[in-house]
C-alpha cells in the first residue's frame, strides 16, 4: 500500500531541498504519476537544536510540534526530518505522533554495517549532535566501529557548517577546515566518514571531496521510498 510522506523540514531550508531532490531523483518512476506524495512544512523559524542543546538557547520542540500538526492534519502516514541534531527531539515527538517517523541515526548505522562492514566510520556532525550521542548509540547498536572528532576538529566542523553552508559562503572559505578535519581522523583509522549534519553533504558536493561516506539524507531518502511503497531505482554504471 502506498503512502504519503511528511516531511518536517526547514532545519535547515537548504537541507529539506537537498532531502526533497534525493527522494525525487531515487524513486523509480517511469512518469510523474509514479512519485509519491509528499508534504513538507519548511519552518525556518525552528530554534537552532544545537544551541538549544548546549547552551540553553530557545526550545525548538513547540515549532517541531505544530509542524507535525500540520503534517498530519494534511495526511502524512509517514514522517521524516532533514536534521540529525533534531533526532535528539524524536522519542518526544513520537510519543505525540500517532505516525510513525524513520530515524535518520538508525537508517544510518544499518547503512554503515551494510556498505563498511568490520571499517571504522568517522562521525562528522555538530557539537549539538555529538553531544546527545545520538549517532554513538545507533552505532553501537549496530555493531559499527566508529571515531568523533576531537576539540579541535569539531571547532573546525562548526565553522564549516554555520559560517560555510548555513550562510551561503563560498566553498573555498571552508575547504582548509573541512580537508583538515579529514585528514586528522583518517591519521587515526577512519576509513569512511559519516556525514552527519545535512549540511555537510552539500559542502563535500561543493568541494567534490571524494573520500569514501554514508550520506545520512540519501540513506533517509532510501528508505522513506521504500516504507512508502515504491522502489528505488537503480543506478546505472556508465
Same mark, same amino acid.
Given at each position: ?17 537537498? *532531502? #526533497?531532490?534525493?527522494?525525487? /531523483?531515487?524513486?523509480? @518512476? ?7 506524495? &509528499? $508534504?513538507? %512544512? ?72 551494510? *556498505? #563498511?562492514?568490520?571499517?571504522? /566510520?568517522?562521525?562528522? @556532525? ?7 550521542? &545520538? $549517532?554513538? %548509540? ?82 533517509? @531518502? ?17
Amino acid at each position: 500500500m502506498k503512502k504519503a510522506l511528511g516531511i518536517l523540514g526547514g532545519m535547515g531550508p537548504m537541507a529539506t531541498v537537498d *532531502l #526533497f531532490h534525493k527522494i525525487v /531523483a531515487m524513486t523509480d @518512476a517511469a512518469c510523474d504519476n509514479g512519485h509519491m506524495r &509528499i $508534504y513538507i %512544512d519548511c519552518n525556518a523559524a525552528i530554534p537552532d537544536r544545537t544551541a538549544a542543546i548546549l547552551s540553553g538557547g530557545r526550545d525548538p520542540l513547540p515549532y517541531m510540534r505544530e509542524s507535525l500538526q500540520k503534517l498530519l492534519s494534511c495526511g502524512a502516514e509517514l514522517l521524516i526530518m532533514p536534521c540529525n541534531t533534531a533526532h535528539y527531539f524524536l522519542p518526544r515527538l513520537q510519543a505525540e505522533s500517532p505516525v510513525p517517523f524513520l530515524s535518520m541515526p538508525a537508517v544510518t548505522a544499518a547503512a554503515c554495517a551494510r *556498505l #563498511f562492514p568490520g571499517k571504522t /566510520a568517522a562521525i562528522l @556532525a555538530t557539537r549539538g549532535t555529538l553531544a546527545t550521542g &545520538i $549517532y554513538r %548509540d545507533a552505532l553501537l547498536s549496530a555493531s559499527v566501529p566508529f571515531l568523533e572528532p576531537d576539540e579541535a576538529e569539531r571547532d573546525a566542523l562548526m565553522r564549516v557548517i554555520y559560517q560555510g553552508v548555513k550562510a551561503d559562503a563560498p566553498a573555498e572559505t571552508y575547504r582548509a577546515d573541512l580537508e583538515g578535519v579529514i585528514r586528522g581522523l583518517q591519521a587515526r583509522g577512519a576509513g569512511y566518514f559519516i556525514l552527519g549534519c545535512t549540511e555537510l553533504p552539500l559542502a563535500f558536493s561543493a568541494l567534490k571531496l571524494s573520500c569514501p561516506v554514508v550520506d545520512p539524507t540519501s540513506e533517509l @531518502a532510501r528508505a522513506a521510498i521504500l516504507q512508502c511503497g515504491y522502489q528505488v531505482r537503480v543506478q546505472r554504471l556508465c
